[in-house]
């Protein structure tokens, strides 16, 4: 058996090795957190693909939501013709939101994110600033290709 001595020994190793990989746990998460937060472009994909995974998965549910009303024989005339003309709706949003971006992508932006609405259209570009220039450029794009006129459209520079 080992004496109290010993065994005293043992438990305050055993503190002391705690303590110290409390410490460097701590330590390495600072500094992993400051190398993080230093790199812009971290900040940036993480927007633009975290924006985009949200919707889809808020896309993917509503039509989900509308193809159990369409599917359910429950479900009335009236209540069937809206979840169709939502889901209609919903994508040719999409559709127009995915061209959008695009051509936007083309006029030499690195990334653009594009919301369609009934009333107006976002423009969200990654970019620290935007001359008169572009932003003729991003309107032009977005009001031939819609039927929106320049007061609906809003763009958004994001550094």
Do not use: H, W
Not at 55 to 77: K, P
Request: proline share 1%; hydrophobic share 45%.
């Amino acid at each position: 058996m080992l004496s109290k001595k010993k065994k005293i020994f043992i438990l305050a190793g055993m503190v002391a090795l705690l303590v110290v990989t409390g410490c460097l746990n701590i330590f390495l998460n600072n500094k992993s957190t400051k190398a993080n937060a230093s790199s812009g472009d971290v900040t940036y994909g993480n927007f633009f693909t975290t924006y985009r995974t949200d919707r889809q998965t808020t896309r993917d549910q509503t039509i989900l939501y509308l193809d159990a009303i369409i599917a359910n024989e429950a479900s009335s005339a009236e209540a069937v013709r809206d979840a169709e003309a939502q889901k209609l709706s919903l994508t040719k949003n999409m559709d127009l939101e995915l061209v959008l971006e695009g051509l936007i992508k083309a006029l030499g932006f690195e990334d653009a994110i594009v919301t369609a609405s009934t009333e107006n259209i976002n423009v969200i570009l990654k970019s620290d600033e935007l001359t008169e220039a572009e932003v003729a450029q991003v309107l032009d794009v977005i009001v031939s290709e819609t039927d929106k006129s320049a007061l609906d459209v809003r763009i958004i520079p994001v550094e």
